[in-house]
T-cell receptor
């Protein structure tokens, strides 16, 4: 069965510190995505990637970097974490070969920046 | 600018009743509308979807009604069960574009 895993599941970071969130998928999917979820805002796209070694900016990329070293792995990097980046972060993958582009989500990472 | 709007923000219905969740959009070029279901502590998962060439899509107790002219759609959950308690997201997509535009969600509570 398709699987997207994220690590860590929760993290407390200090303001100005560096944070790396990791995502791994075993779906053999081309596309991978990073979203953040805040109450009342639904899901907002931060970065995405459609091939290894390439990343693209989503709707809210400021303050975030992404890295896709392989088809299976996609990381989100906060170089200088800020209070406003406290949120739940979801990774997802989808198959460009299907009509639906159904997105499969990981369980999320709850990030708290103090 | 929020291109996909959902209402109500939260909804409580009794077990066995029909829950109706609403969604509207602005971009007439959107042609695919998935609904995702999210339980607390989990990521969203695809529940049911509809393309703009259809006006209705049914899957068991879940039905999407789509009105292209009014740019509105609704998700009906009949015979609601406590296990249906979750947050439901309406999303929209253009053509073969990978990107989904997400609504802000409706939190559904089913009272036994």
């Amino acid at each position: 069965e398709a699987a997207v895993t994220q690590s860590p599941r929760s993290k407390v970071a200090v303001t100005g510190g560096k944070v790396t969130l990791s995502c791994h998928q075993t779906n053999n999917h081309d596309y991978m995505y990073w979203y953040r979820q805040d109450t009342g805002h639904g899901l907002r796209l931060i970065h995405y990637s459609y091939v290894a070694d390439s990343t693209e900016k989503g709707d809210i990329p400021d303050g975030y970097k992404a890295s896709r070293p392989s088809q299976e792995n996609f990381s989100l990097i906060l170089e200088l974490a800020s209070l406003s980046q406290t949120a739940v972060y979801f990774c997802a993958s989808s198959d460009a070969r299907t009509v639906s582009y159904e997105q499969y989500f990981g369980p999320g990472t709850r990030l708290t920046v103090l | 600018q929020q291109q996909v709007r959902q209402s109500p923000q939260s909804l409580t219905v009794w077990e066995g009743e029909t829950a109706i969740l609403n969604c509207s959009y602005e971009d007439s070029t959107f042609n695919y509308f998935p609904w995702y279901q999210q339980f607390p502590g989990e990521g969203p998962a695809l529940l049911i979807s509809i393309s703009s060439v259809s006006d209705k899509k049914e899957d068991g107790r879940f039905t999407i009604f789509f009105n292209k002219r009014e740019k509105k759609l609704s998700l009906h959950i009949t015979d609601s069960q406590p296990g249906d308690s979750a947050t439901y997201f309406c999303a929209a997509r253009k053509g073969s574009n990978y990107q989904l535009i997400w609504g802000s969600g409706t939190k559904l509570i089913i009272k036994p």
